[in-house]
């Protein structure tokens, strides 16, 4: 399952999830409100930015939305 580190007012998050909808994929939402979940987004990413995805089956992690999207393509 992906897990989709975000915040709600962030238009590159929504962006994201609309494409994840659209096309049906089980995926965790992960608040960086919620300060835990902040600091787990940093200590895997290096840093506070969102959105960024982690698909734990393939072994990838990314940052940038358009660069999410483009992945996504690939593997559904």
Not at 30 to 45: P, Q, R, T, V
Not at 53 to 68: A, F, L, T
Request: proline content about 3%.
């Amino acid at each position: 399952m992906l897990d989709l580190y975000m915040l709600e007012t962030c238009p590159y998050c929504k962006k994201v999830m609309k494409y994840l909808d659209e096309h049906d994929f089980e995926y965790n939402k992960i608040n960086i409100e919620d300060k835990s979940n902040e600091e787990i987004l940093i200590k895997l990413g290096g840093k506070r930015q969102v959105p960024f995805i982690v698909d734990k089956d393939r072994n990838v992690q990314m940052y940038e939305s358009s660069d999410i999207v483009e992945y996504l393509k690939t593997i559904h």
